[in-house]
């Protein structure tokens, strides 16, 4: 239905769409393709500080990467195609990630769990990815990664117990959580991650490809 609804039929009959069993059109990728990656950035709250490390590292890795921040007037066309064709979406736990509709199952979804969001995350996005067949990876964030750090003692609550301080209502979540906090990644760590979905994405082709044999 979203493929009809966001591409014409004429792009759908161009060479890098391949029929699959149900009659539909679906992205075709050659074994010789660098896998797609799209990173949902965002500014302020929960943004990516070291972003552009995040980036290179990904690129280092053998990722194409194209990186997107949806707004109010970001055309639904343009993120479906971004995200149709792609072989992995990243991004921040938020709003945005409902763009995991737009894709294809067997494709990897890593989900960046900033503190005291646990709950949501899985909720809201964890779970229901899981449901339309993509390959869930979640990347749970430290204390250490949190800006939060910055601003409070390592054995204040917020840092110490999150889900605590989360489960005292949505203005404690949304004031510590998700307003007042960004994330440094650690690359030794979120490299294990990326080195995961590039398994994934093998062992995906793979059976493809032996399916259209």
Request: glycine content about 6%; hydrophobic content about 40%.
């Amino acid at each position: 239905m979203l493929q009809q609804a966001f591409i014409p039929s004429d792009d759908r009959q161009l060479s890098n769409y391949a029929s699959a069993d149900n009659g539909r059109r679906v992205p075709q990728f050659g074994s010789s393709k660098k896998p797609k990656l799209v990173l949902i950035a965002r500014k302020g709250s929960r943004a990516i500080l070291n972003q552009a490390k995040l980036i290179a590292l990904a690129k280092q890795l053998g990722f194409q990467v194209k990186v997107i921040i949806p707004t109010d007037t970001t055309k639904l066309e343009r993120i479906f195609r971004l995200l149709n064709s792609c072989d992995v979406m990243m991004g921040v736990h938020g709003a945005a990630m409902t763009h995991l509709l737009f894709m294809r199952p067997g494709t990897v979804f890593i989900q960046i769990i900033p503190l005291g969001t646990d709950y949501p995350a899985l909720t809201y996005y964890g779970e229901p990815a899981k449901k339309l067949g993509l390959d869930y990876i979640e990347y749970k964030i430290t204390a250490q990664e949190s800006s939060l750090s910055q601003k409070y003692n390592e054995h204040d609550r917020v840092l110490s117990d999150p889900q605590i301080i989360a489960s005292q209502g949505w203005p404690s979540l949304k004031k510590y959580y998700l307003q007042g906090q960004s994330v440094r990644l650690f690359m030794p760590r979120i490299k294990l991650v990326l080195q995961k979905a590039l398994q994934k994405i093998k062992l995906e082709r793979n059976k493809v490809k032996i399916s259209n044999q």
